[in-house]
């Protein structure tokens, strides 16, 4: 089941990285360096939430065609966020994705302009995809919206830079981990399952999984931060910074990683055999550092 996964994820990968160069394509040559800069930064990356998107959308029985675009917005949303995260004014990060953060190719006030092209882009995206009915791609829009404002990425965001090291406890690390990370994997969710029209039984079990996914995603890459090298993470690693593993240790880390992947497991106990692939995910991403 690894190799499908692995296969899957190169499948998923390859779309998607067409999807996102077909949505930044232009003719504007006086905007040519903004298009640069987002193009350098949405190019790359494993594409877990976009397959994670899709795979959604198959527990559904939507084809997978349909979430193309809408996984391809979510992964350029990831994508604005980790430009915004990599500014000198807030994580001061170099690297990322194996190559010079974009602020340090392009500056730091194209790269804030690109982060925000990316974020409207993806709602473009999302609004003028006529695979999906007005009412679906509505939903989807605006459940993406939700992840990136004042009730994800932002919020996060702000209280993991005012806070740093002061006066942090598990609460708190759950609240940031809860909105930088599970709130994208918890939008891209609803939306494959309002597209694949879940009931609100169906809709309440997919959020609890990806909710509990995204913490246990967070808390593998915390670990891999902590016991990795950067050139195989491919970006700086956060040996200073307050997170889960140096709240709790290494091994409590990872039982807690499990933890959220037993929860969002037995979520999917509704779907009965339809969640294998789900399953499989599952276990791949917990797997990473061991």
Do not use: W
Request: proline share 1%.
């Amino acid at each position: 089941m690894e190799k499908k996964i692995n296969s899957f994820l190169q499948d998923i990968k390859n779309v998607v990285d067409a999807e996102v160069e077909k949505a930044l394509r232009h003719d504007v040559t006086l905007t040519d360096g903004l298009y640069k800069s987002a193009e350098y930064s949405a190019g790359g990356g494993k594409r877990v939430r976009a397959v994670f998107t899709i795979l959604v959308g198959n527990l559904f029985g939507v084809a997978p065609e349909k979430l193309y675009k809408t996984a391809s917005a979510v992964e350029m949303i990831h994508a604005a966020s980790l430009i915004m995260d990599d500014l000198p004014y807030m994580d001061d990060s170099q690297l990322r994705r194996g190559k010079p953060a974009n602020h340090v190719v392009f500056g730091q006030d194209v790269a804030l302009c690109a982060s925000i092209a990316l974020l409207s882009q993806a709602l473009v995206m999302v609004q003028d995809d006529e695979s999906l009915t007005i009412e679906q791609r509505h939903g989807a829009a605006s459940v993406l919206t939700r992840a990136f404002g004042f009730d994800g990425l932002a919020a996060g965001q702000f209280v993991d830079l005012k806070l740093k090291t002061k006066n942090v406890d598990y609460s708190i690390i759950e609240f940031i981990n809860a909105k930088k990370t599970a709130a994208l994997f918890t939008a891209a969710g609803k939306a494959a399952a309002m597209v694949g029209g879940a009931n609100e039984e169906q809709m309440k079990a997919i959020k609890t999984y990806s909710e509990n996914i995204g913490f246990a995603f967070q808390i593998i890459d915390d670990l891999l931060d902590a016991s990795g090298n950067k050139n195989v993470v491919g970006k700086d690693l956060s040996h200073d910074k307050m997170n889960f593993v140096m709240l709790v240790g290494e091994e409590q880390a990872y039982k807690d990683a499990e933890k959220h992947t037993q929860k969002a497991l037995e979520a999917l106990n509704i779907f009965g055999d339809k969640s294998a692939e789900l399953r499989a995910l599952s276990d791949f991403l917990l797997k990473r550092v061991r």
